[in-house]
């Protein structure tokens, strides 16, 4: 079959790689540790499983406005209202994830040739996202030592008459840095400057552990007037199975991203739809729960990740990923990539990280802090223990 350029365009994640040869060992009883995970270790809430069932119940089964149901809607206005944003429900619409919001988005403002800024390292289905829709990904390179994060000068270093957007992440997939009130402020003046739109990924905003999520709609009206708020419930609520995300920004826009969900998926699915009612409009103490663990698990294995010989890595503020520089420890075991270190790693040791090629920045790796403390403890140690062993 003769596939579309299109398809033959996108690039297979190489973390899949990696998951299935994890699979494949632990499906052969080897104790394999998975790092590699980009979902919360808890269950969804209690109360918001209940709020399922309970519609299913009462027949809330059917079809709902492509945009989501005006309920959801109002929940979600009532969310980013209790942050400081003010959106009308017509500038609101509920998609099947984060994701799938990102994806109508790029189909709604790009045209062929069109440029959109990533900073590397980025999450994944940034770029093919793009390119999807007719866009060129442009690429701009962060590192340690700006805690992965742009300013107007890289900025301006990449952008040309024809960039249209910007892709902001905080806190960040895969670095968990996260923007000060002022990196924003300098953003959004050269965002208002140029005429750009900002894609504000938010997804990761109640996983923050040191310092203040800060959105950059908040920073007045003519930035937020070119921002695109994502977000949803998948991270926050750990209901990434549920398919609830939303898009917040231009009504225009908004309008333009429903139709589309109205001749492609239709509404998001409706029991979902009512869960994700209860999690925004129901009781919030989860959040704290959750957060509470994932920053103690911080706390606990950052240094002992630090003990490892040649590791750089910024504490990440954000999100469940630690994301270290690993470019001298690979030196220091006598091989000559990362990519081959996450592969040996996983033959000879058992631990599943990804590679941060995945992302962009091929001298790194990401490792997933979403399980469990005595899992994450053992897979440092052998990690230690691979290092050491073959200085
Ligand atoms: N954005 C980022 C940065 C993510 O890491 C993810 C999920 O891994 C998403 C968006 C997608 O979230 P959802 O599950 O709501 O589609």
Request: glycine share 6%; net charge negative.
């Amino acid at each position: 079959m003769q596939l579309s350029e299109r398809v033959q365009k996108l690039t297979p994640s190489s973390t899949l790689a990696i998951t299935a040869k994890a699979n494949e060992l632990k499906a052969s009883g080897q104790p394999v540790i998975g790092l590699a995970a980009g979902e919360p270790d808890f269950n969804t809430p209690d109360n918001i499983i209940q709020a399922a069932f309970r519609a299913v119940e009462e027949g809330k089964t059917k079809y709902t406005p492509a945009g989501g149901l005006p309920k959801l809607k109002q929940a979600i206005q009532g969310k980013l209202e209790r942050d400081g944003l003010n959106y009308d429900v017509s500038e609101i619409m509920v998609a099947s994830g984060a994701k799938h919001a990102l994806y109508n988005l790029f189909q709604s403002i790009l045209d062929e040739g069109d440029e959109v800024i990533i900073p590397i390292p980025y999450w994944v289905s940034y770029p093919e996202q793009v390119k999807l829709a007719g866009g060129k990904p442009v690429y701009v390179g962060t590192d340690e030592s700006t805690a992965f994060k742009v300013t107007p000068d890289k900025l301006n270093s990449v952008m040309t008459d024809k960039t249209k957007a910007l892709i902001l992440n905080t806190p960040s997939n895969p670095t968990g840095s996260l923007y000060t009130k002022e990196e924003l402020k300098a953003v959004a003046d050269w965002a208002v400057r140029h005429n750009i739109v900002v894609v504000s990924d938010e997804i990761y905003e109640t996983l923050v552990y040191d310092g203040e999520h800060i959105s950059i709609a908040s920073l007045g009206e003519a930035i937020k007037a070119l921002t695109v708020i994502i977000n949803g419930v998948s991270k926050s609520h750990s209901m990434t199975g549920w398919r609830i995300g939303y898009a917040a920004g231009d009504r225009q826009l908004i309008k333009a991203m429903t139709d589309l969900s109205s001749h492609s998926t239709s509404n998001p699915t409706t029991p979902s739809q009512w869960a994700a009612i209860e999690a925004y409009d129901g009781d919030q103490t989860f959040l704290q729960e959750m957060n509470a663990t994932f920053k103690s698990r911080l706390e606990t294995i950052y240094p002992l990740l630090m003990e490892i010989p040649g590791i750089e890595c910024i504490k990440p503020q954000g999100a469940f990923y630690l994301y270290p520089n690993v470019k001298e420890t690979v030196k220091l075991c006598g091989l000559d990539s990362a990519d081959a270190f996450v592969e040996k790693l996983l033959e000879e040791s058992l631990v599943a990280v990804v590679p941060g090629s995945s992302f962009g920045s091929p001298d790194n790796i990401r490792m997933s802090y979403a399980t469990d403390l005595d899992s994450m403890t053992e897979a440092i140690s052998r990690i230690k223990k691979f290092v050491t062993d073959r200085m």
